[in-house]
Structures are given as structure tokens and as C-alpha cells.
């Protein structure tokens, strides 16, 4: 398993410097480290100083660079898909279809790469792994997927199965399903696909909210719209439980009001680069490994007290909004929800109060 590690940012502020920069310096510690790009243009190939493929290549000792290219990561996926159908069904109807045919329609791309990190995540050839992305909320909600995707499976499946619907079909869905797919009842094949994306999505969740496996580092530079971006997508990383470790000040020194903007998180000052020289950038990087398990956890849950305290840093009690619809308790904050997955002590337990302080909000039961 790798560290995955992300920058997040305004465009312009650096944030593919920062990456590229990381990269290196991980890599000259002795790091396994993959740098994966997802912009397909030639600018990350120009920084390099060498042209990058879909493929991983090296280009220095402990460091390989992959660019991602969607139409490619498209059509092997569709591959696995295919096989995946000539395993369950019994005359599969997507084998006419080819990958080489298909276009990326708009929102695929960045779920797609977001999958191939997950592969090479899971090949172990690589101890970190440091995708510079987007960087944005389009970025943090593929981040965030699999708690979303999990919660709907979890809700829909149970509000089918409770429904006058599911129990009116659930007696013919089991022959039904054994006549067209090719699957053994008696052996419960069939649960088998949904139990590898429960087992899937679970393990995301996981790794994105341990420190050790997942964070990201927010890059801003002294313009205020960068500075408002960064706390903006800092409260917004919070919410999907990704750990934000720290702040990367580019091009200058970080002033005492920007450091007080982003406390309690530690403000590195990076200098500003000439004539390709990585070193004094290298040099001025804080220990990105460990510095984020020091960060603010997203969630922390006090079962005796029963209370749920959520670090959402960058908004105000304004912008933020707690209902309980059912059993799940949802946060909006900004443009991102929450669902809160509670532990049993708590779950189905109806909120008695809640209060926003210090930048956390903090939900009684």
C-alpha cells in the first residue's frame, strides 16, 4: 500500500510544481515513488525535460511519471467490464461493443484516473504515489467517492427491500436472476459481484481517512482569491474526511496574517524556482509523510459523551447546515455533504443539539 499525496489549490498558484517537487524530493529519501499526472497536455513533459506515456517510465532513480490519457484508461477498463460479464452472464451482449469506440464523456476522465491510482496503489510497486490533479472540488468529490457511493447502495438497497416493490419481486428476482446469469445459487455466487464493490469502496473509505495513506496539501500564493481557495477547498477536503497537512506558501514568504488564516496548520514558504534548479524547492518542503498525521483529524467521535465533533475549517455557522431526515445525520457545507456514518452507540440516535465553535461543528446525541 502507498502514501497517495494531492495538492489543492487556485490554478495558477503552483500546484503541478508542487507535486513535481515532492516527487523528487520523496524519491531522493529513498521513496518508491510514482508521480501521475492528470493533465494531458505537454507542460508536465516540458518541466520533466522528457515526454510521459500512459504508462509508467522512469526518469530518475526511485521516481516514475505516468500522464494520464482517458481515452486509453478508458478502453482497458472496458475490457475488465467485458470480462467481467462473460464471467456472471451467460450470453453477454457487450462483447459486439469495443473500447477503441468509445468517447469520455465529461466527469469519466477524472474518474477514471482516480481508478488507475487505486491500481497502482494496490500493485505495491510503489511507496508513494503523488497525483497532481485538479486540485479542486470536481477533484475532492472523486476523492470522495466511495463514501457517497457506499451510502447509496447502503440506503437504496434498504429502501427497495422495505418497499411494497421489493417485496412483491424479491420472491422472483432469485429464479430469475440464476436463468439469465451464469451463477450458482446454491453457492451464492451471485452476492460475490456486490460483495467486491462493498469490499471496495469500503477500503477506500479506510485509506481516505487515514493520514497515512491518503492527505493532501494545500498551495496558495499571497493573492487573496488564491489564499480564500485554499481555506475554501481546506473546509471542503474536511468534509469528504481527507486530511489537509499543511500549506505550501509559493513564491514568497508567508506573512504572520496568512499563517494565522490557515492555523492551526503549518505554512511552508517556498521559494520561487530559477533555471531549473529543484534543490532550494526540495529543500524547503516540510516532512510531507508525517506532517499530516499531526493535522486536525476531519472527524472525531466521543462515544461516552456522545458527541461527533467535525473539523470545517474555512466556513462559518452560516454555511453550515445539519438535518436528520432518517437515521443518517447529513452536514452541507459550502457545495459538499456528508453523510455520517455513525458507530452503533450512536447510530439511529436522534441529535439533541449542535453548536459551531472554534471551526468545529460539534453534534450532541
Known amino acids: 500500500m502507498s502514501l497517495i499525496l494531492t495538492f489543492l489549490g487556485k490554478g495558477g498558484t503552483g500546484r503541478t510544481t508542487m507535486a513535481i517537487t515532492a516527487a523528487k524530493q520523496l524519491a531522493t529519501e529513498g521513496q518508491r515513488v510514482l508521480l501521475a499526472s492528470q493533465d494531458p497536455g505537454p507542460a508536465v513533459g516540458l518541466i520533466l525535460g522528457t515526454s510521459l506515456g500512459p504508462d509508467p517510465q522512469e526518469i530518475a532513480s ?128 451471485f452476492a460475490q459481484p456486490k460483495g467486491q464493490v462493498d469490499d471496495l469502496l469500503e477500503k477506500g473509505k479506510k485509506a481516505i481517512a487515514d493520514p497515512r495513506r491518503a492527505a493532501a496539501y494545500l498551495v496558495t500564493t499571497n493573492d487573496p482569491a488564491a489564499i480564500a481557495t485554499a481555506r475554501y477547498l481546506w473546509g471542503s477536503a474536511q468534509q ?13 514568504s508567508a506573512a504572520e496574517t496568512v499563517t494565522h488564516e490557515f492555523a492551526p496548520l503549518k505554512v511552508s514558504s517556498i521559494p520561487a524556482q530559477s533555471d531549473s534548479d529543484w534543490q532550494p524547492l526540495m529543500a524547503a518542503l516540510p516532512d510531507l509523510m508525517n506532517q499530516a498525521t ?10 461516552l ?18 438535518t436528520q431526515y432518517g437515521p443518517e445525520v447529513t452536514v452541507e457545507a459550502g457545495d459538499q455533504r456528508r453523510n455520517l456514518f455513525l458507530p452503533p452507540e450512536l447510530k439511529g440516535k436522534q441529535v439533541t443539539g449542535a453548536k459551531f465553535q472554534d471551526g468545529y461543528l460539534i453534534i450532541s446525541f
Open 294 to 303: 499531526q493535522a486536525p483529524k476531519p472527524v472525531t467521535v466521543d462515544v
Open 305 to 322: 459523551g456522545r458527541k461527533v465533533s467535525l473539523f470545517l475549517p474555512g466556513f462559518d455557522k452560516k454555511q453550515v447546515k445539519l
Open 62 to 189: 526511485n521516481l516514475q511519471a505516468v500522464q494520464f490519457q482517458a481515452a486509453v484508461l478508458l478502453e482497458r477498463s472496458w475490457e475488465e467490464v467485458k470480462k467481467l460479464e462473460a464471467q456472471y452472464v451467460r450470453t453477454p451482449f457487450f462483447k459486439e461493443v469495443f473500447g477503441e469506440e468509445l468517447g469520455v464523456l465529461p466527469g469519466m476522465d477524472t474518474a477514471l484516473m482516480m481508478n488507475a491510482v487505486r491500481e497502482f496503489d494496490a500493485s505495491d510497486n510503489y511507496d508513494v504515489i503523488v497525483y497532481d490533479g485538479p486540485g479542486d472540488q470536481t477533484a475532492l468529490r472523486t476523492i470522495g467517492m466511495p463514501e457517497v457511493l457506499s451510502w447509496y447502495i447502503r440506503r437504496f438497497s434498504k429502501v427497495f427491500a422495505d418497499s411494497d416493490l421489493g417485496r412483491t419481486v424479491s420472491p422472483f428476482i432469485q429464479p430469475i436472476s440464476s436463468a439469465v446469469l451464469n451463477v450458482n445459487w446454491a453457492n451464492n455466487n
Open 240 to 252: 469528504i474526511g481527507l486530511t489537509v497537512g499543511g500549506v505550501l506558501f509559493n513564491q514568497g
